[in-house]
């Protein structure tokens, strides 16, 4: 064809072209800083040449597509590692949380609690009638349950957040899979029209990103450019339109759809069946019975289990030697702190209810002492014979006719009463009763959930026996030739002193002091922090890389940019300049007289 008509086309074509290429620059330089933006262009194409005399004559220009510069399989990567980060983040910001809580490196740690618990029994064993070192230990003594108390309740707050998090964190993953699903339509519609939903595949991509980074994710692209998408189990959160939740109900997280009230562990999802992302950093953290595939608990579990195992050996080691002494009087009556849930089994049985029952002796004998209201011992021995009950314990001391009368009170607990004007002592206890049944002890507990993780540290009080009254401090003994006991006599507090020196946890056989146990709790933790930080810092690292990778394909440069809007404005400018050119060859042809 050619002539000035084709040299307008031509010149139309042109502007339409590097117009559409300004529009696509532009919105690339507009986007500069949009999260998950992905640099675009304009593919431009050339007319197809028409045959002319003189051969095949071009006819210029046209745009083709506006390309989306993305690499999906970097993208897939990048998604992985986030949601490890993610995972390693979360660890470790909560670890060093629990860190901050169980601080021993400055002046007021437990370490330095459980010093001047000890340091006290020393003072009392240098005075063992004075009045103000008894009331100083059972300061210290009050100070240092406290502590334990406050360690426990620090961990479940950790617990307690954590389970907020998760939630939170949940409804954030339905929102996004129900956005993600909406696309997936949108994406659909957009490319079936024969265009390119360039956009919206990005706002999918970013979205793909923060679901990994809320919960380990896996998915595909369809042949029809929708992704369905799975958690780390295989529970498919979106398939086409569609999208599926999850949910917490208490502090576990199922997955909705196999949720049944009938079967309450179906579609249970617990940090075992996730590989990544802030819900399986967080179930890392809070407190679970359950273990993972090595055997391996939880953060909180482990250290409220320290806590709990040195707050055991404590009370027990504590109360298992004052019982073996005196204070400064006698009793008149007596109620055991621990509870005997069923006296008609073995006390030295786990049925029985009995905190203690393994530190119980069978065969062995409890010395008891009564005086009279002149002060006159008379001693009374107990054997405590192999499968004997809570009941036959009671008959056992009440036959001894010595003027004390057995019972259990509504709650379970051992109770003993001297007659109208005696008053009793104990002494050279190898049965272990009185230590495990509370009776003439320092330290209480919780008797109502034995052995509970957390427990003994959570309920660890100073009797209200020795707290109400100093005097049944049990400095001292009783001296089992004559049955009396010395107000100046020291040897218990020298013997409770001595404990901290005492090898009580570890092995079998135990091989390690409180302190030493301490210390292990506190190495551990340190060794968790700096291995969560390590382990952070390499994916934080890896997660630079691929960002740094993906942003020399998808990111903008607007340097880049500004060249393509000089030189689209310059071409669009000389397409302007055939549009004078053809017009004013028009002009002349027009011009031309007959």
Request: glycine residues 8%.
């Amino acid at each position: 064809m050619g002539g000035v008509g084709a040299l307008l086309d031509t010149a139309k074509l042109a502007l339409f072209t590097f117009q559409r290429a300004i529009d696509v620059t532009s919105h690339n330089v507009a986007n500069v800083s949009t999260p998950g933006f992905s640099r675009q262009s304009l593919v431009i194409g050339t007319q197809n040449p028409e045959p002319v005399r003189e051969g095949m004559l071009g006819r210029g220009v046209m745009p083709e597509a506006i390309l989306r510069h993305a690499d999906k399989f970097l993208n897939e990567r990048l998604n992985q590692k986030h949601s490890d980060l993610s995972n390693l983040e979360t660890q470790r910001a909560n670890l060093e949380r629990i860190e901050t809580m169980l601080n021993e490196t400055g002046e007021y740690g437990l370490a330095q609690d459980l010093t001047e618990f000890f340091n006290s029994w020393q003072d009392v064993a240098n005075y063992p009638d004075g009045s103000p070192e008894r009331r100083a230990l059972l300061a210290r003594a009050q100070q240092l349950a406290n502590r334990f108390n406050t360690l426990i309740d620090d961990l479940d707050l950790v617990t307690k957040d954590v389970n907020q998090y998760i939630g939170a964190a949940l409804t954030k993953v339905n929102e996004l899979t129900a956005e993600i699903a909406e696309l997936n339509q949108l994406i659909l519609e957009t490319e079936n029209g024969g265009r390119p939903a360039n956009d919206f595949r990005d706002r999918r991509t970013l979205l793909l990103q923060q679901l990994s980074d809320e919960i380990s994710i896996t998915y595909f692209e369809t042949a029809s450019s929708q992704v369905t998408v799975f958690t780390g189990v295989g529970k498919l959160l979106v398939e086409s339109n569609r999208n599926w939740t999850l949910s917490m109900d208490g502090d576990r997280v199922y997955y909705d759809p196999e949720k049944d009230i009938a079967f309450p562990n179906q579609g249970l999802i617990d940090r075992n069946d996730l590989t990544g992302g802030r819900v399986k950093g967080w179930m890392e953290i809070r407190f679970d019975t359950l273990v993972d595939a090595a055997g391996q608990h939880t953060a909180v579990y482990d250290f409220k289990n320290y806590i709990n195992q040195l707050a055991r050996a404590l009370i027990w080691e504590v109360n298992d030697q004052h019982s073996q002494g005196a204070g400064l009087a006698a009793f008149s009556t007596l109620t055991g702190t621990a509870i005997v849930s069923d006296p008609t089994v073995a006390l030295k049985g786990a049925t029985s209810g009995v905190d203690f029952f393994d530190k119980l002796v069978e065969g062995q004998t409890l010395t008891l002492y009564v005086y009279d209201a002149g002060g006159t011992p008379t001693e009374h021995t107990l054997t405590f014979t192999a499968g004997m009950t809570g009941n036959q314990l009671v008959s056992a001391i009440n036959d001894l006719g010595a003027g004390v009368t057995a019972s259990f009170t509504a709650t379970g607990r051992l109770s003993l009463t001297a007659n109208t004007g005696s008053t009793f002592a104990f002494a050279e206890d190898n049965t272990k009763l009185l230590a495990a049944l509370g009776l003439n002890t320092f330290f209480t507990w919780d008797t109502t959930q034995p052995n509970q993780v957390g427990v003994y540290g959570s309920s660890m009080a100073v009797n209200n026996t020795v707290l109400n009254d100093s005097r049944y401090v049990a400095a001292g003994r009783v001296n089992t030739d004559d049955g009396t006991f010395d107000p100046g006599d020291n040897r218990n507090a020298l013997d409770l002193a001595d404990i901290k020196d005492k090898n009580v946890l570890g092995g079998p056989p135990a091989n390690m002091t409180l302190a030493a146990y301490l210390n292990t709790m506190v190495s551990d933790l340190g060794v968790r922090v700096d291995r969560a930080q390590t382990a952070e810092g390499f994916v934080d690292q890896m997660v630079k890389e691929l960002e740094d990778l993906r942003d020399t394909t998808s990111a903008v440069s607007l340097d880049e940019e500004m060249v393509n809007i000089i030189k689209y404005q310059k071409a669009y400018q000389m397409s302007a300049v055939l549009v004078t050119t053809a017009d004013e060859m028009l002009q002349t042809v027009l011009n031309i007289k007959p």
